[in-house]
């Protein structure tokens, strides 16, 4: 699925079964993080929905860590994975909707992608109220 945006142009592959799809919602969040963060350049970007045994594999390959997490990016080929069983989990943890939290995790792929760090305190709370203001925005 290919998802056009004026400035970020966005492919989902789905490499596991799911029961929802969310191409509409990912479009609004892109153009909510667009016009937000008021973005000039043009981007390709990739987004792959995967099982709990990939998404673990490649967490222990890329960040050394031999467990299931929920998303991960790619900078260096503009890529966001997001693990659907655990976003599921997290969701149901917190008492959220499976759309907000899959949201959530996609938002925070993509701020990676356009810079967005959280090595410290602060800069993970300036990183987290940017995705709930975009999150929030595209909701409504």
Partial sequence: QLIKNKMINLEINYKI???LHFGGFFKKIIKVTVTELKLKKDMDISLAFVGEKRIK???LV??????????LS????NEIVI???QAVRQAKENSLSIKREVGFLFSHGLLHLLGYTHGTKASY???IDLQEKILKKSLE
């Fill in 62 to 71: 890329y960040r050394g860590q031999d467990i299931v997490t929920d998303v």
């Fill in 83 to 85: 693990c659907y069983k």
């Fill in 74 to 77: 790619f900078n260096e080929i």
């Fill in 125 to 127: 709370k300036k990183m």
């Fill in 57 to 59: 594999k490649v967490n």
């Fill in 17 to 19: 079964k799911m029961p």
